[in-house]
């Protein structure tokens, strides 16, 4: 079964510091991967995904994420964070055209 | 492109009762699905559909719950006889299938909250 685990609950960091979430997948083959950014109260916002070829993609909001298969990781980046940056990041796999499998979350806060 | 659609945005609810809520999608998707999010955890599928057919259900998804869209376009989440476990953000969301990539779009979420 797929599992996605991101390994920290809640992470701080000052504005204008650079970011970095961590996400690993457990899956056989080369799952898709996704990152989105929740609110709070609010839905889901797709930030990036991945689907193949370049293993570094690009997403909204000046975000990006590298996938290493060697490492089962799915790491997002952010070179200097923002105020408005503060939110719940979820990373999230599929293996097939179906159902997303999320992780439990990283809370991010940001301090000025 | 309106986005996904979710009513009502908030539910407060005494136990035993009867809640329904629905989703309505991006217009061109045939895909549609159903996750709850409990507070501090990540969305768990409960159920898809692609058109009117629903494709699978999640163990998460107990006989008190059911899920239609009867026409293919919006669907309703039924619970019955609610339970204080039942509390929790609901979420809706859509994609176009295609091949094998499917980006899934989301509503804001129906929070319920079960008394």
């Known amino acids: 079964a797929q599992s996605v685990t991101q390994p920290d609950i809640h992470i701080t960091v000052s504005e204008g510091a650079s970011l970095e979430l961590r996400c690993n997948y457990s899956?056989?083959?080369?799952?898709?991967l996704f990152w989105y950014v929740q609110s709070p109260g609010q839905g889901l916002q797709l930030l990036l995904k991945?689907?193949?070829?370049?293993?570094l993609v690009q997403g909204i909001k000046g975000f990006e994420a590298e996938f290493k298969r060697s490492q089962s990781s799915f790491n997002l980046r952010k070179p200097s964070v923002h105020w408005s940056d503060a939110a719940e990041y979820f990373c999230a796999s599929t293996g097939t055209a179906s159902k997303l499998t999320f992780g439990t979350g990283t809370r991010l806060q940001v301090t000025l | 492109d309106t986005g996904v659609s979710q009513n009502p945005r908030h539910k407060i609810t005494k136990r035993g009762q009867n809640v329904t809520f629905r989703c309505d999608p991006i217009?061109?998707?045939?895909?549609l699905y159903w996750y709850r999010q409990t507070l501090g955890q990540g969305p768990e599928f409960l159920t898809y559909f692609q058109n009117e057919a629903q494709l699978e259900k999640s163990r998460l998804l107990s006989d008190r719950f059911s899920a239609e869209r009867p026409k293919g376009s919006f669907s309703t989440l039924e619970i019955q006889r609610t339970e204080q476990g039942d509390s929790a953000m609901y979420l809706c969301a859509s994609s176009l299938a295609s091949l094998a990539k499917n980006i899934q779009y989301f509503g804001a979420g129906t929070r319920l909250s079960v008394l």
């Open positions: 991945y689907f193949s070829g370049d293993t």
């Open positions: 899956y056989g083959a080369t799952p898709y």
């Open positions: 217009s061109e998707h045939n895909r």
